[in-house]
């Protein structure tokens, strides 16, 4: 399969790449260039309701086979991109900005590990039973579970293919068919996604992939009276506004939305690791990852050493040419986002945060001249409650906060409006352990950070989401279950 002509990105209706039904198109640059890079559609509602069209024809079929065969058609697509990694992996980076590196260890490999692993866990729910005594009455209850129909799956840029599979994967793997709107910023892998689908005959109108704006296509998908449930990853805001128009329309909402992440660095760290740990989660896939941990809080006693370990680890770093092997850090995503992450640092300095190191715009020679680098920022200096502390940034922008111990540090990791994941670093595990019950968060790494195994339940707490994601969880999002009480006589 040929998968290099990347400039005109189509919707994927019915098991066919088409324009949007107006002709009209958006434009998507290539963030380390600045240059173009091609178009995709400027899909409104119109065609959102043809892509419901197709997923409704699909949707009895697809939901009556079994498990097995489901999961084997979801194997396919698996196979598809695993077989044309590079090229995947390449389109990610040219969309995205990220290294080359990342999009081929990471991104790409989970993408396909999305579908495998919801291929196979579909096979292994079960349905649950409970045999219930009571007097004069003996009665079975059984409590199975139907696809919810049509599943609209709405992803952000920063993990693009990664995020998209990971909604649509258990959505197809339970059943339902899909209508996907991956970002506008972002679209070009979910179209190769569309290619493969058609390569290995995916069956048609079970995955419908519309592109679009935001408020224009995602809201359509929202809004659509036949779409009765949304899943969605993205900004904090963006899920208030989707709670707001689901809610009444008693639509079902699984939202996965901002961090503002610590890493809690303890007097009894492991210190070469709980550095690497927390310059890994601040700058990772240039700090645009939800995960990513923004706030370091160091014992006092470490501090010193801590912050020049990091400010040597932030000197070493490669920054560049997305396409170079060696590149640790690409561009950011858009020139907006550049100018957003921008002006979020001179909001540090106004709040009297002394940069460190990074912050600035970078030019790399060649190619990438004119793309949106910046270098990465270590900030200090900052009162717990300043809005660089307490905003997502969502860029190479971290801040480190002492504390004097464990309950100033469990105070300043949890006194924040988000509460998606926070990694500590202690060598003693009680005290991880005590510690861990007490951070807001869904995930709590200690000892390392971003390791995930898909069968535990992935989200956050307070305003980082609602719902769990990650096994069963995804699965059952996406069906609707039904008690059958039985009675019957055991004695005839
Ligand atoms: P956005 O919220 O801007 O967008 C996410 C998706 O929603 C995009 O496809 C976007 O389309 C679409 N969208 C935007 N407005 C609407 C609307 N009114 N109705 C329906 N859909 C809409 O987030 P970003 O793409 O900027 O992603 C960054 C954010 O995502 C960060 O806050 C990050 O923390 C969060 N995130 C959370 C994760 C988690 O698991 N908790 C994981 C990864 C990221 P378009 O882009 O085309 O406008």
Aim: hydrophobic residues 40%; proline residues 6%.
């Amino acid at each position: 399969m040929k998968l290099d002509h990347l400039s005109e990105v189509l919707n994927f209706i019915g098991g066919e790449r088409i324009p949007a039904i107006s002709g009209k198109t958006l434009s998507n640059p290539e963030p380390a260039t600045g240059k173009l890079l091609g178009t995709l559609p400027a899909s409104n509602a119109d065609d959102v309701s043809r892509a419901v069209e197709a997923a409704n024809e699909a949707k009895a079929s697809w939901g009556e086979l079994s498990p097995e065969v489901r999961g084997f058609h979801l194997e396919n697509l698996a196979r598809g991109i695993e077989e044309n990694l590079e090229a995947f992996a390449r389109a990610e980076s040219i969309d995205n900005g990220k290294p080359i590196a990342v999009s081929k260890s990471l991104d790409i490999p989970r993408a396909a590990a999305n579908l495998r692993f919801f291929a196979g866990a579909a096979r292994f729910q079960h349905e649950e039973a409970f045999r219930t005594r009571l007097p004069g009455d003996d009665l079975l209850n059984v409590t199975v579970s139907r696809p919810v129909g049509i599943a609209g799956c709405i992803s952000p840029w920063n993990l693009p293919l990664y995020l998209f599979t990971w909604k649509i994967a258990p959505a197809l793997a339970a059943g339902c068919t899909v209508v996907g709107k991956p970002s506008e910023v972002t679209p070009v892998t979910a179209d190769l996604l569309a290619r493969v689908a058609i390569e290995v005959g995916f069956p048609p109108g079970v995955l419908n992939i519309v592109h679009g704006t935001g408020p224009e296509t995602g809201s359509a998908i929202v809004e659509h009276p036949q779409i009765p449930a949304i899943s969605f990853t993205g900004g904090t805001a963006t899920g208030a506004s989707i709670a707001q128009q689901a809610a009444p329309i008693f639509k079902k909402t699984l939202l996965e939305l901002g961090g503002k992440n610590p890493t809690i660095i303890m007097e009894d760290a492991e210190l070469d690791a709980a550095v690497e740990g927390a310059f890994r989660a601040a700058y990772s896939n240039q700090g645009q990852i939800c995960l990513c941990g923004s706030r370091i809080l160091v014992h006092e006693s470490k501090m010193d050493e801590v912050t020049s370990r990091l400010q040597k680890r932030i000197n070493e770093m490669v920054i560049g040419d997305p396409l170079e092997e060696s590149t640790m850090m690409g561009s950011l995503v858009s020139e907006s986002h550049l100018e957003k992450v921008e002006s979020c640092l001179q909001t540090a300095r106004d709040e009297g945060g002394e940069i460190l190191v990074g912050g600035e715009r970078l030019s790399p020679e060649g190619r990438c001249s004119s793309g949106y680098f910046l270098t990465p920022a270590l900030i200090r200096g900052l009162p717990h409650s300043a809005e660089t502390n307490q905003q997502e940034i969502f860029g190479p922008v971290a801040t480190l906060t002492p504390f004097a111990n464990e309950e100033e540090a469990l105070h300043l990791a949890n006194d924040v409006r988000y509460g998606l994941s926070a990694s500590l670093w202690t060598s003693n595990v009680d005290r991880a352990l005590r510690m861990s019950e007490k951070i807001e968060a869904g995930t709590v790494w200690v000892n390392t950070w971003m390791k995930r195994d898909l069968r535990t339940v992935f989200g956050g707490v307070k305003d980082s989401g609602l719902g769990r994601e990650g096994g069963s969880e995804s699965l059952r999002f996406f069906q609707e279950p039904t008690n059958i009480c039985l009675r019957f006589n055991s004695s005839r």
